[in-house]
Nanobody, 124 residues
Framework: HVQLVESGGGSVQAGGSLRLSCAVS????????MAWFRRAPGKEREGVAR????????GYADSVKGRFTISRDNAKNTLYLQMNNLNPEDSAMYYC??????????????????WGQGTQVTVS
């Protein structure tokens, strides 16, 4: 049984930082595509950052480039999202996700089929 559990969300002032974590159980993150998505009230879920855990190759949405960093610790089976210089537009529920099938590792929402329950980030 695969389970993703996010943590690290909270409330922060604009300009502040948070680090989100996603603990993975029941699945080895050694060589898979993982990503962070977010959903703000009234908006569609959008991709934030993705990583292919085998090579460490990453990709980011334009809105977070230079501010967010996705990383993984394969030994701990954990995905991270370091978020710096946060602004109110970053407020959302953040979800980690795993692409269970083969294919290009991109921020295509429909390609991800394993999801965590989310962690709330609020920037004021």
């Amino acid at each position: 049984h695969v389970q993703l559990v996010e943590s690290g969300g909270g409330s922060v002032q604009a300009g502040g930082s948070l680090r989100l974590s996603c603990a993975v159980s029941g699945y080895t993150v050694g060589s898979i595509c993982m990503a962070w998505f977010r959903r703000a009230p009234g908006k569609e879920r959008e991709g934030v950052a993705r990583i292919f855990t085998g090579t460490g190759s990453t990709g980011y949405a334009d809105s977070v480039k230079g501010r967010f960093t996705i990383s993984r610790d394969n030994a701990k089976n954990t995905l991270y999202l370091q978020m710096n210089n946060l602004n109110p537009e970053d407020s959302a529920m953040y979800y980690c996700a795993v692409r269970g099938s083969r294919g290009a590792c991109t921020l295509t929402l429909s390609a991800f089929d394993i999801w965590g329950q989310g962690t709330q980030v609020t920037v004021s």
